[in-house]
């Protein structure tokens, strides 16, 4: 039966899309939203502006909560220093309400080379410090989840579908008005996907379920596993004409990334492009039934 659930970062992509696709389905949603972003959070729900470095606060937010869902995300330049402090913000939060805790997980756990299929057993060895920040996430998660609470960690690739921060929005699709697309790797290479209500849609049935998950439960959420090639065909189809294709530049992302923290950022991602990789589903379908996937 639906519950309340509070969305932590309401107004980013994956939070406002979530947050909506929990109150269509009959949720009651608490958005918890930075101070001054109350006017970008999802109409329909109960809007809390609160810093989430703020312990105090974002439990008084997460009272009465079921499920609380960690949808913060800072920024490329702001990742490194604030993502653990979240983490442990949300955790104390969901341990004062007794409430399920959903995490969108990523794969820079995984670490280079990627491994050509993933799925919940295979073995993390990241690369970069983003994804030795994000395996360090996912132990502090793992140790809360040892101390009762009940920790879901939802796995996927590349979200798009919604707002414009992103690599879809901000290279892949920003010359489209003028007939052009940029592709950041080979176009034979298959890259995974995953289409933001997709991947909200998949969140809510495990919210729905949570009783009957273990205390620590992960799954891999498959979304789209397609090469350059069908990507970049697809965006074609949907803008309904032809488009010229470029290859992203990487060099000045190089250049400048010893100055440039987002550059920085950016860098450590290169070598997604570079190697083929795709999410095995299998787990998840089995504990949820057909997995959501728009046509």
Known sequence: MPGRILVLGAAGRLGYVAAEAFRNAGWTVASLVRPGRAVRAPAGTEIIEANALD??????????????????????????????????????????????????????????????????TTSMHPSSHKGELRANIEQRLAEAAERGLRVIILRAGDLFGHGRRSLFNLVIVSDIGRGRVSYPGPLDV????????????????LAAIRERLGKFATFGFPGYAVTGREFTAAIARAAGRELVFKPMKWWPIEALKPIVPTFRELSESAYFWREPHRIDGSKLAATIGEVPRSR
């Open 190 to 205: 298959a890259h995974e996907w995953a289409y933001l209500p997709d991947f909200a849609a998949a969140l809510i049935r």
């Open 55 to 120: 312990h105090q606060a974002v439990a008084a937010a997460a009272r009465g909560a079921d499920v609380i869902l960690h949808a913060l995300n800072p920024s490329f330049a702001n990742w490194p220093r604030r993502a653990l402090s979240l983490t442990y913000s949300v955790i104390d939060a969901a341990e004062a309400a007794g409430a399920t805790l959903l995490f969108p997980g990523s794969l820079y756990n995984y670490g280079s080379p990627l491994p050509a299929v993933i799925d919940e």
